[in-house]
């Protein structure tokens, strides 16, 4: 059977939705935290630093991810403009942040951020939404890297980036093939490869290296479902 012809169910992210209080939290990070500007590879933090600040991506885009035991990087998340990231249930960080291109970021002292939050219940309910959302898409991933072909992975990984550029129909993407391979947990040559099946199906179009039109929402839905 056809693939693209298992799965009636169109493909919707089930991160939870961040309501208004979110909007305060970026507000609050925005209005009282340290602007940075980052070039691309620069490291934010490293795997065992103390957690001292919060972040928010105010352009480009941020990796988080660890070197595993044998020397291969998993990466576990993207972060891009608006996202918020550094936090930590501990006083270390248990991933390294790295800018994915040239970026820059707006940081908070952690326990200026608590402080405030102590004092601001619509600020401590960003926290929570926040805290809540990142769990989840964590266990999106953990689904997406055991329980997917190569192919759905990357459907779902396309939608997924659509979803939070906020476009229907086209993709433009900040993270190279390599980048992509290492949070699918797949080789680089199988990404390059399924994309190209991909394009060869017209599900989608290869415009040019990082942007990529989505020419049958269906298609990629019943992979991703």
């Not at 997406?144 to 993709?171: N, W």
């Amino acid at each position: 059977m056809n693939a693209f012809a298992r799965i009636e169910t169109p493909y919707t992210p089930v991160t939870p939705a961040i309501g208004r209080g979110a909007d305060r939290l970026g507000e609050t990070i925005g209005l009282a935290g340290a602007r940075m500007r980052l070039e691309r590879n620069a490291e934010i933090y490293g795997e065992g630093d103390a957690a001292e600040f919060v972040y928010r991506v105010v352009s480009g885009a941020v990796r988080i991810s660890r070197v595993l035991i044998d020397g291969r990087r998993q990466i576990g998340a993207f972060h891009l403009a608006g996202d918020v990231f550094g936090f930590e249930p501990g006083e270390e960080h248990r991933f390294s942040a790295e800018a994915v291109s040239d970026c820059e970021i707006v940081l908070i002292g952690r326990p200026a951020l608590l402080a405030l939050a102590a004092r601001d219940g619509e600020l401590a309910r960003s926290l929570w939404e926040h805290a809540t959302a990142d769990l989840a898409r964590a266990h999106d991933h953990m689904v997406l890297l055991g329980r997917r072909s190569a192919t759905e992975k990357v459907a779902t990984f396309l939608l997924d980036m659509a979803a939070r550029e906020g476009s229907r129909d086209r993709i433009e993407l900040p993270m190279s093939r390599y980048d992509i391979a290492d949070y699918l947990g797949l080789t680089i040559e199988t990404v390059s490869r399924t994309l190209t099946q991909l394009e060869s199906r017209r599900a989608i179009e290869l415009t040019e290296a990082r942007r990529i039109a989505l020419r049958d929402r269906g298609a990629l839905d019943r992979l991703a479902a």
